[in-house]
């Protein structure tokens, strides 16, 4: 199991992404493991498809690559508040850097910022540096 930030997400969709190749390989190493999302992540990810009514498809789409939600729900407002404000992280990053805490799991960005924050706590990374 691994948590993917929306980039990574982004970048598999779009062919001509900089970091589709990336994207596609963390897709397919992970994805049979599952690939986790935050409930925010999730609904970053489905505002386009929901823009052209087919918001339903793109969560099936994303199901069959591998992409869910977690298995064990969200982590806490109270954990989501502590990484916030330890780090230089807005929400959404936040969310996906709480989340691989709340699993213990490692995470998928292609985001430096997300990166070196989720490093410097110890979550090991896919994508930018991994």
């Known amino acids: 199991m691994i ?5 990574v997400v982004i970048a598999v969709s779009k062919p001509g992404h900089v970091h589709h ?6 897709v397919r190493d992970h994805g049979v ?3 986790v999302l935050h409930s925010l992540t999730m609904a970053e990810v489905l505002v386009g498809p929901a823009k052209a009514g087919a918001h339903a498809q793109a969560r099936r ?20 508040a502590l990484v916030r404000a330890t780090t230089s992280l807005k929400m959404p990053d936040a969310c996906v850097l709480a ?4 699993l213990d799991t490692a995470l998928a960005t292609f985001d ?5 924050d989720a490093f410097a706590r110890g979550v090991s990374i896919h994508g930018l540096h991994g």
Do not use: K, Q, Y
Request: proline fraction near 7%; glycine fraction near 6%; aromatic fraction near 2%.
């Open 33 to 35: 493991d599952g690939i």
């Open 3 to 7: 948590v993917a930030d929306a980039n």
């Open 112 to 116: 430096a910022r997300l990166a070196r």
């Open 99 to 102: 989340t691989a805490e709340h």
């Open 61 to 80: 789409l994303l199901a069959a690559a591998g992409f869910a939600l977690s298995p064990t729900g969200d982590p806490t407002p109270e954990s989501l």
């Open 21 to 26: 190749h990336d994207a596609t390989r963390i």
